[in-house]
């Protein structure tokens, strides 16, 4: 079983900054790409950003230029450091990844609880 776990959500104030981070746990035989997607009530889940095992990295129009996705590939690790956070980016931030599990020739996608992230003043 693979299991993701995210950290460092919370409350700040417009034009704040945040950094989540997430890890990838259990047998894993190899981990493609990783990345954040967030849900706002009342909205469907969403893109934020993600990277690959090379590094190539794709971001929203709305997050470009502000949020940056990183990976430590040793660590199976992905982190996303927000910078000037706005209200609208409220929402509950979930971790995605696309992992091949020891025991399987193919890889599956496998997503974390979520941390919440609340820009309020």
């Known amino acids: 079983q693979v299991r993701l776990v995210e950290s460092g959500g919370g409350l700040v104030q417009p034009g704040g900054s945040l950094r989540l981070s997430c890890t990838a746990s259990?047998?894993?035989?190899?981990?493609?790409?990783m990345g954040w997607y967030r849900q706002a009530p009342g909205k469907q889940r969403e893109l934020v950003a993600d990277?690959?095992?090379?590094?190539?990295?794709n971001y929203a129009d709305s997050v470009e230029g502000r949020f940056t996705v990183s990976r430590d590939n040793a660590k199976n690790m992905v982190y996303l450091q927000m910078n000037s956070l706005k209200p609208e980016d409220t929402a509950a931030y979930y971790c995605?990844?696309?992992?091949?599990?020891?025991?399987?020739?193919?890889?599956?996608?496998?997503w974390g609880q979520g941390t919440q992230v609340t820009v309020s003043s």
């Open positions: 259990g047998r894993i035989s190899s981990i493609n790409t």
């Open positions: 995605k990844t696309v992992a091949r599990p020891r025991w399987s020739g193919t890889a599956y996608e496998y």
């Open positions: 990277i690959t095992s090379g590094g190539s990295t």
